[in-house]
């Protein structure tokens, strides 16, 4: 396989993975939350697309407005109503309300759900450019996956909402003195990044298998990205992402698929050591 497939193949993964992470670096950069649920999130996400699919018809793009009000809504309601009262706790505290809660979750999509994986198959062919091969539910998965990260990234820098959080992400209690209801730009934040996980699941679900024995596995690729690309910030989970998918993509084909995730953490260590405010990142969010 050459170099332009791989850095291809790297690319559309890197892009998911970036709208994986954005909601999670989000919570954790503004709330100082480890939110747990994240994973389980998207997972959901897949899930609710793919059932309005089956049963309803709707196809994934229509889907993605309703996936995204209704995990807005979730992680609003479980913010102000449960995470709010601890959030100025230790941050042992809300990692472990977040893990509970995601244990919840988890077992409750099993039980309804079942484990069995499920993928929304749209059979629209592949590309073929200069010789590099490409699945088209990878190609849309990617434009999405990079349409929603950069629409997320303007809503932040150009609306006053985006411009609230950025403010309480650098200085709460001057926030609050100009008349900032934190509490509720907590809300906001943690429904944004639960919005995010479920978009990010409708994307997942057209291009790979969803069961909830992956949350796991897309909530670590979620810490590392942030890791990587740097805390709290969109333009961080982007490149994040990217950097580990072209890292998985050689290491898959030179050490195989295998030990792919392997090399991912090695690198996420690596930064931890030498940069902790990840690549992009900046200082007081490492």
Known sequence: MDVAQLLMNGLALGALYACLAVGFSLVWGVLNVINMLHG??????GYLAFFLWSYFGIHPLFALPIVGLVLFGLGYGLQYTLTNKVIHAPVLTTLTLTFGLDMILYNLMTVFFSATPRRIRLDMGSFEVMGVFMPA????????????????????????????????????????????????????????????????????????????????????????????????????????????????????????????????????????????????GVKGYE
């Open 40 to 45: 389980s999130f998207v997972v959901l996400g």
């Open 137 to 280: 539910d990878r190609v849309v998965g990617m434009v999405l996956a990079v349409t929603l990260t950069g629409m997320l990234y303007y809503v932040m820098r150009s609306s006053r909402i985006g411009r609230a959080i950025v403010a309480v992400r650098m200085d709460r209690i001057a926030a609050q003195l100009m008349g900032i209801r934190v509490n509720n730009i907590y809300a906001i934040t943690f429904g944004i990044g639960a919005m995010m996980a479920g978009l990010a699941g409708v994307i997942l679900v057209i291009v790979f298998p969803t069961t909830t024995s992956v949350a796991g596995v897309y909530l670590g690729k979620a810490f590392v990205v942030c890791v990587v690309g740097g805390l709290g910030s969109v333009p961080g989970a982007l490149v994040g992402g990217l950097v580990l998918g072209v890292v998985e993509s050689f290491a898959s084909h030179f050490f195989g698929p295998q030990n792919a995730p392997i090399i991912g953490y090695v690198l996420l260590l690596f930064l931890l050591l030498v940069k902790p405010t990840g690549l992009v």
